[in-house]
T-cell receptor, first 114, second 113 residues
Framework: GESVGLHLPTLSVQEGDNSIINCAYS??????FIWYKQESGKGPQFIID?????DKRQGQRVTVLLNKTVKHLSLQIAATQPGDSAVYFC?????????????FGKGTMLLVSP | DSGVTQTPKHLITATGQRVTLRCSPR?????VYWYQQSLDQGLQFLIQ???????AKGNILERFSAQQFPDLHSELNLSSLELGDSALYFC????????????FGPGTRLTVT
C-alpha cells in the first residue's frame, strides 16, 4: 500500500486490548472534532465526531473524549482488532450553514498484533 | 467503498506541466472538497464547492484551480507543476454545504519528475 506518512507516532497493541489515541488541538473556535481512520492505499474514513459543547460521545467500540480546558481529544477503541490497524487522524471543523472546513492533525499509526 | 470516485488513480508528469484530476461525488451529495496529502505537510484542505459555487478556500496555491460542473462532478487543475506538488490528492463529498461527515474518495497519486 501507499505510505501516508513517515515518522508518525505509533501505538502498538495486542489484539483484544483497548487502545487510546490522543490528539492536541489548537483552535478553541472549532465547532466539531472528528476522528478519521486511513488504511494503507485508501482515503480517510469518518469514524466519529463530537460537538464542541460535549465532553464524551460513544459509538460502536469507540469513544471520543473532549477536554476543552487543555485542548485535548482522545479516541478509545475497545477490544482492538487487527482490522483496526491504520493511521488515525483527529480533525477540527469549522461549520457554517454554507460551508465546512477541516484541519487535520498529523496522525497516529495504530499497529495491532494478533 | 465511500461512493466517491476519482480518476486517474496514478499520474506521472514532468515539472512545468499541467494536469487535471477528476472527482465524482456520492449520489445526492452537492458538496465537493479537495485535499492534498504529502509527507511534509500532512493532509491539507484546499477548496470546497457546493452546487457549482465556491464556498471555502484553504491552502490552495494560485497555480491550482478547481470547478464543479452542473452534473456535480469536480475537477482540480494543477499547472506549472513543481517537484513539491507530488502528493496524494483526495476528493471528498457531503450532502450539504455545512455537513459534519465527509466521504473521501480513494485519491489520485501525483508524481512530478
Amino acid at each position: 500500500g501507499e505510505s501516508v506518512g513517515l515518522h508518525l507516532p505509533t501505538l502498538s497493541v495486542q489484539e483484544g486490548d483497548n487502545s487510546i489515541i490522543n490528539c492536541a488541538y489548537s483552535n478553541s473556535a472549532s465547532d466539531y472534532f472528528i476522528w478519521y481512520k486511513q488504511e494503507s492505499g485508501k482515503g480517510p474514513q469518518f469514524i466519529i465526531d463530537i460537538r464542541s459543547n460535549m465532553d464524551k460521545r460513544q459509538g460502536q467500540r469507540v469513544t471520543v473524549l473532549l477536554n476543552k480546558t487543555v485542548k485535548h481529544l482522545s479516541l478509545q477503541i475497545a477490544a482492538t482488532q487487527p482490522g483496526d490497524s491504520a493511521v488515525y487522524f483527529c480533525a477540527e471543523m469549522i461549520l457554517n450553514s454554507g460551508y465546512s472546513t477541516l484541519t487535520f492533525g498529523k496522525g497516529t499509526m495504530l499497529l495491532v498484533s494478533p | 467503498d465511500s461512493g466517491v470516485t476519482q480518476t486517474p488513480k496514478h499520474l506521472i508528469t514532468a515539472t512545468g506541466q499541467r494536469v487535471t484530476l477528476r472527482c465524482s461525488p456520492r449520489s445526492g451529495d452537492l458538496s465537493v472538497y479537495w485535499y492534498q496529502q504529502s509527507l511534509d505537510q500532512g493532509l491539507q484542505f484546499l477548496i470546497q464547492y457546493y452546487n457549482g459555487e465556491e464556498r471555502a478556500k484553504g491552502n490552495i496555491l494560485e497555480r491550482f484551480s478547481a470547478q464543479q460542473f452542473p452534473d456535480l462532478h469536480s475537477e482540480l487543475n494543477l499547472s506549472s507543476l513543481e517537484l513539491g506538488d507530488s502528493a496524494l490528492y483526495f476528493c471528498a463529498s457531503s450532502v450539504g454545504g455545512g455537513s459534519v461527515e465527509q466521504y473521501f474518495g480513494p485519491g489520485t497519486r501525483l508524481t512530478v519528475t
